[in-house]
């Protein structure tokens, strides 16, 4: 088939990633853990402590629709920029819009639970360990106070420490 | 519990992208029932990711698309480097972000409120500018900008899979060959009629004027069709 060829190489890889992180991803959450999906995708507490999330949550997709679409994007935007560009440049692009707008993104969201205090959005469930996160959450409320806000960022980060 | 995840990021940005490099491209859906320009591409999508997010709850795409949108054009507009496509040498020509007017931040969005957006961009800008963050534009880089914009619409990039039938499909050097190959055609066609021409009159004083006239005649032909295949 002709159209195995035509692939740029750059974006075949991000295309065998783009799949293998999507199976991967169903495997850990049905397979392992239903929690264990913090090591692939972008849990803006947990992603302090499994770093590289930043990169693998834009190409680890939940459903079979996204990872279609996901594939059709990195095909013909692939296929066509790194012909135009080069695979070096079409690389720096790449890093630079995978990584910054994860990056923005978990900032506005732990933004955003600081501003409306909305504890159940905040949290990451860990079986095991929640009476712990309540004791932490209980400390740092006594330490900081309920109603600032340095208290609700704290409240909301102590939950993973 | 907030997951981020998914290439809604990647699609902003590569729609981004795709203005930038071939803003009046046509792209028609569903049997030309619907012709859309690439350069309105990253409104369309914002919208409806926004409509998307707020009706429907998807907060993430939402924020991801915006997100998205800014890095990729502050990254193009600001920090990419451009190789130089106006003119005929490589490598040292290189310029940093890319100054054109058309791709102004104000360009992304419909006509209609362009003027107050503008204003806005323009103030942030320049307060950027007056705190050392951005360096400003030279009227020189704008230029360089536009030539450059010029340069990709004249078609010296791949093309897409061709949808609208837009004549950026040929590159100029498609161009230029297929105008030498009319242009020896002709000539050869000229020369042949020429001969033809000539060969009563020069039959009748000379003898070997027939055979120079005969030899010329294939070798220009072979010729021609060296080039022309």
Redesign the interface.
Known sequence: MQWRINIPPLTRVLLVL?VVLSVS?QALRYGVDYTA?HY?????QWALFTPWVYFT??????NIL?VL??CA??L??GK??E??WGSQ?FG???L???L???V???L??VFFFAISQNDD?A???WPAELPYAMGKKLLTQQQLGCHSRLGSIARCLSCCL | ???????V???G??LV??KQ?VPEHTVTVLKGAIKIRVKHFPSIFLAANTISGIVLGTD?AL??AW??FM??WT??RFY??QPDLSTASTGNNQLRGDASETFAFSYFWPDVIQPPVAAIADGIYNALVAIRVCTPFSAEDVEMGNEQATARGEGG??N??NHGGSKHGRSKQEEAERRRALALKALDQRLHAAGINNRPQAAAPQSSEPNGNIDSGPSTSESADGNQS
């Open positions: 783009l991803y999906g692939l995708a972008l849990i803006p949550a834009t190409y680890s997709e939940q996204t679409i996901a994007t990195i013909y935007g066509y920029l012909r135009a440049e720096k692009f790449l630079v819009v995978t910054l707008p994860n923005f993104a978990s506005i969201y959005l949290y990451v469930p | 519990m907030v997951v981020i995840q998914g290439s990021a990647l699609q940005a590569f992208a795709f490099l993430t924020v991801l997100v998205g890095t990729s990254y193009l990419k480097i990039l791949p897409l899979l």
